[in-house]
């Protein structure tokens, strides 16, 4: 099999000088894929995708994005290399409008960032209508929307989402999923957390399923879905 | 004819130099509220940064006199303020190289910023001392009045008049442009924009590529801009001495609070609150009275709320008042 | 190199500085006991005031930048109960100021009971801007003709209420008294906000505090000062007339003048290092006892404290309180020391500022630091003017006389104290930031 897109190869670390709370985790995803990361509570879901964004020291194993090793990289360099990440919280600039997070997030783009705006617009229509109106001003699923529009904006290579959906209503984790794979459809790989696993795990191309910050199961989302030992551990039955 | 005379009166006493004066504050509180939003904490130095700026305007206003250079009607001190702009700057850019920048490495609590600053203050204050010594300057020259009060009264057969000083002109005129200016930048500009999403959420701004070292020097320039504008202005309505620049803190700091530290908007309409609240309070009403009330009722006193001397006391009780109802100000600062 | 040699061998130089300046004018030594004396004498002032704002910031993390009001509460403390009362002050006026000062307090009662009875709405807020206002022309027409009465008693010498004549001793707690009421009206309304804005608020209470001192003639005589206060100690004319004295002078190989002074002072030293000691000993009590470790505990993490069940701001009102009244104290001493109460003097960078560049430098939440700090800061304070002279000589010495720059940079090194506090505090802060004597 060759190399994917982007894997965190066997990562083992921790936060700061803390202990180790990744041990041999793999998690890697390819152009047009969806990888989920799945688990109980703390299991270093968040961490994992931490530690592919460099948030966290990664003690061993490697990071890499097209075949370049990025371990020792900054976040704020990945970004420059074409990760597009959207944390869990305090996702956009609240007191800024629409408009202004998407042009902060292309703010490491020299070239003319309108047809990426315009694009975004298409994806998430509802943002082109309130493109005047302070972020803080919007429903939680539009500010998920401006939060992932914003990452969107760098033209990443590979968008990754820590837990979208976490907070919203199940209407619009629908309809937030329903963009994701939109987004997916354009051949961006997306690497995404998700608290709720089973929806997570209908629109995976592949599932990570982490245990204790190890990997307990992988395969493509429907294996997870069909396994007996995930269902009945994780998705409750 | 009496209320028109009361007006007058009430215009000339108070209207017109509590805008002056609200002016200046805003455009104080304006710096105090960048470095709050950019920066994360209260600037204890920023009167004496605007001593500092004042200071050298004054220096180099001294020195284009002395060559003869005027700028006509208008006060020479306008001429050199660029060259105070500049210097404070050069001072910020200083300071922050020198002393917060390692702070801020270090992620240090907001309360040790202060701290600092509170050491920045009495090195700034001791370096104006030691410069133009602690003494009152006066340099305003030019043309003294827009319109002076025995103009007004010629023109308008009012027992009244209503005095306008070219200072108060100035200072609202450039209060108006200083504002218009920052606004356009905040707002409009890539690196205003840059300033306000940092302000907004630093972590975001730095994943979405945002040089932080940048942003922080903007503000320190801007910030720089905006003390030496309003120390001028200050120190040509009225006069310049180190110690009165020292205790504009007050009422700068009780501007931005009760307009909401963090929010622009909230320290140009502090600024004026406390300015109006001030003079209202400290002018003695018995010539606006006299005209209004009927014969029977006219004042015996000066009919002076408190005295002149007790003006910290008015921006203070505001300030306590804000506080106490609106703990995030009038306008939404950052949340506390 | 244990903690106690530490403060052991620091306290020991600042000692020898002191012994230094009494005894050689070399450098920037005088060589006179008097002046180091009296520098000793206001350090023991100052490292009380500083043992005070340490227990806020120390113990508590409280800022407190308005120092300089609870020093000057301090200071009014010894004229109020100290200084002989003015005849016929009371019968002209002084029972209208305190029937109005009760009429004031009444109203602001009033407006608050209206605020919390009635239901929020505009009519809330007319009935109670009507209270105000009612309440403040009753309290102006009271007030004004009792003020004026009180003040038109010989104006040049008194115009105010005078004290109750008590012994000056008495003042001391009486003005840390004074500062503690004043300290839980501000704590009462600012403590709980964060750190920021108590700065500011006690920033301004103690501005206010000064104009009070300095416009309220009736009070404190306003700008006119206060001269003349008694003193603990007998005045050096009527030693130098005591024949006793003079001999025993002799038998010292003193003369009587220098004798005198001396006396005076050294009693002034010794009774402020036992207020000291008293305070140092109580603060090291409270800092090992359950008290003090919550207070720390509180000040290291106040959501955890908070969670366990503890009031903080209950906590934080008690020892700004407290750390306020020792101000006081320190503000009464002072004055009791200059036996005058000169309100145009109190300038926040010495009576505040000054104190936490003591506290900082000495090492905050330590007690033996503070004190320190306020003994070794102050001898910087007094000294760094002549040190500065001498700098700005050596490095003029080119210049010729007459030079204007040379003339200029000489008249400005009494400017240097702020320059040089500010260099301290920032050196401190950066490169030692636990300060001399770090909190063990």
């Known amino acids: 099999m060759s190399e994917p897109f982007l894997i965190g190869d066997a990562m083992t670390g921790g936060y700061g000088k803390g202990p180790d709370i990744l041990h041999e985790c793999t998690i890697a995803v390819n152009p047009g894929e969806i990888a989920v990361i799945v688990g109980p509570n703390g299991a270093g879901k968040s961490t994992a995708m931490k530690a592919v964004f460099g948030l966290l020291n990664v003690r061993s194993g490697a990071v890499r994005l097209d075949g370049e090793d990025i371990t020792s990289l900054s976040p704020q360099d990945r970004v420059v290399k074409g990760m597009g990440f959207v944390p869990q919280t305090q996702n956009i600039f609240t007191s800024m409008t629409v408009e202004e997070n998407l042009e902060m997030g292309g703010f490491i783009r020299t070239d003319d960032i309108r047809d990426t705006m315009e694009q975004v617009y298409d994806l998430f229509p509802i943002l082109r209508d309130k493109r005047n109106q302070p972020a803080g001003e919007l429903s939680g699923g539009q500010r998920q929307q401006v939060a992932v529009g914003r990452a969107l904006m760098t033209k990443p290579k590979v968008l990754m989402l820590d837990e979208p959906t976490a907070g919203v209503s199940p209407i619009v984790m629908d309809e937030l999923f329903d963009r994701i794979i939109e987004v997916s459809r354009t051949g961006l790989p997306i690497l995404m957390v998700e608290q709720n696993a089973k929806q997570a795990l209908e629109i995976a191309d592949k599932g990570y399923v982490l245990v204790q910050g190890r990997n307990a199961y992988t395969g493509t989302g429907q294996e997870l879905l069909a396994d007996p030992e995930v269902r009945k551990s994780f998705l409750g039955g | ?336 | 190199m244990s903690d106690t040699v530490k403060t052991s061998l620091l306290f020991l130089f600042v000692g020898v500085l002191i012994l230094l300046e009494g005894s050689t004018n070399a450098l920037f030594f005088s060589g006179s006991w008097n002046s180091a004396l009296l520098i000793l004498n206001m350090g023991l002032v100052s490292a009380i005031m500083a043992l005070g704002v340490n227990l806020q910031w120390g113990f508590a993390g409280l800022f407190n930048v308005g120092i300089m009001g609870f020093v000057a509460l301090g200071g009014l403390a010894v004229v109020l109960v100290s200084s002989a009362p003015t005849p016929g002050a009371w019968s002209q006026g002084g029972v209208g100021i305190i029937m109005a000062l009760v009429m004031g307090a009444m109203t602001l009662v009033a407006a608050i009971a209206v605020f919390r009875m009635m239901e929020p709405g505009k009519l809330r807020s007319v009935v109670m801007i009507a209270v105000l206002a009612v309440g403040f022309v009753v309290y102006r027409a009271i007030f004004d003709p009792s003020v004026a009465g009180v003040e038109a008693i010989d104006p040049a010498l008194a115009g105010n209420l005078g004290g109750l004549g008590l012994p000056v001793l008495l003042a001391w707690p009486a003005g840390g008294l004074l500062a503690a009421g004043a300290a839980w009206l501000i704590g009462k309304t600012a403590l709980g906000l964060r750190s920021d804005y108590l700065a500011i608020a006690t920033l301004g209470i103690a501005e206010i505090i000064i104009a009070v001192m300095k416009n309220e003639d009736w009070l404190s005589r306003g700008v006119k000062n206060v001269i003349g206060l008694p003193r603990p100690m007998p005045y050096e004319v009527d030693l130098q007339n005591d024949a006793e004295f003079v001999a025993k002078a002799a038998d010292y190989g003193l003369d009587p003048v220098l004798a005198s002074t001396l006396y005076v002072k050294l009693g002034y030293s010794l009774m402020f290092t036992v207020v000291l000691l008293v305070l140092l000993w109580m603060a090291q009590m409270a800092l090992k006892s359950p008290w003090g470790r919550m207070m720390r505990a509180i000040r290291d993490n106040e959501v955890a404290a908070e969670a366990m069940g503890k009031n903080v701001t209950r906590r934080h009102l008690q020892i700004f309180v407290l750390g306020s009244a020792i101000c006081g104290i320190a503000g009464a001493m002072m004055t009791t020391l200059d036996s005058q109460l000169t309100p145009g003097t109190y300038n926040p960078l010495r009576f505040t500022f000054l104190i936490w560049v003591m506290v900082i430098v000495g090492g905050s939440g330590n007690n033996f630091g503070s004190v320190l700090g306020g003994l070794l800061i102050w001898f910087l304070w007094i000294k760094v003017e002549p040190m500065g002279l001498l700098l700005i000589e050596t490095i003029t010495a080119g210049l010729s006389d007459g030079s204007a720059v040379k003339a200029h940079l000489l008249d400005s090194a009494a400017h240097m104290r702020l320059l040089t506090m500010g260099l301290i505090l920032l050196l401190v802060l950066r490169f030692s930031p636990r300060g001399l004597l770090p909190e063990r």
């Open chain 2, 1 to 336: 004819m009496d209320f028109l005379n009361a007006l007058v009166a009430f215009v000339n006493f108070v209207g017109v130099p509590a805008i002056a004066y609200g002016s200046q504050l805003a455009i104080g509180a304006l710096g105090v509220t960048l470095v709050y939003s950019v920066l994360r904490f209260s600037n204890f130095a920023h009167g004496d940064t605007m001593a500092f700026g004042t200071m050298i305007t004054i220096l180099v206003t001294w020195w284009l006199q002395s060559l003869g250079v005027s700028f006509g009607p208008l006060p020479t001190a306008l001429l050199a303020l660029p060259a105070g702009i500049a210097a404070t700057m050069a001072l910020m850019l200083f300071t922050d190289r020198t002393v917060y920048k390692f702070y801020r490495a270090q992620k240090a609590k907001p309360v040790v910023f202060v701290m600092v600053s509170l050491g920045v203050m009495f090195m700034m204050n001791g370096l104006v001392r030691f410069v133009i010594g602690p003494g009152d300057q006066r340099f305003a020259d030019g043309e003294r009045f827009l319109i002076s009060a025995r103009d007004f009264k010629a023109m308008t057969g009012l027992r009244e008049g209503l005095a306008i000083k070219t200072t108060q002109g100035i200072t609202v005129i450039t209060a108006v442009i200083v504002v218009a200016l920052l606004f356009w930048f905040l707002n409009k500009t890539r690196t205003g924009k840059s300033m306000r999403a940092y302000s907004d959420n630093e972590d975001l701004a730095l994943l979405s590529g945002i040089n932080p070292e940048r942003v922080v020097m903007y503000t320190w320039l801007i910030v720089a801009s905006l003390a030496t504008i309003a120390g001028v202005l200050y120190g040509l309505d009225k006069s310049f001495k180190p110690f009165t620049y020292f205790q504009l803190l007050l009422p700068i700091f009780a501007a931005a609070i009760v307009g909401g530290l963090g929010s622009p908007i909230g320290a140009i309409a502090g600024g004026f609150i406390i300015a109006f609240s001030e003079v209202t309070i400290t002018y003695a009403w018995k010539k606006v009275l006299t005209y209004v009330l009927p014969e029977s009722l006219k004042p015996d006193g000066l009919v002076q709320l408190l005295s002149t001397d007790y003006k910290f006391a008015v921006s203070f009780t505001i300030l306590v008042i804000v506080l106490l109802f609106k703990p995030t100000g009038l306008f939404k600062g950052k949340a506390v």
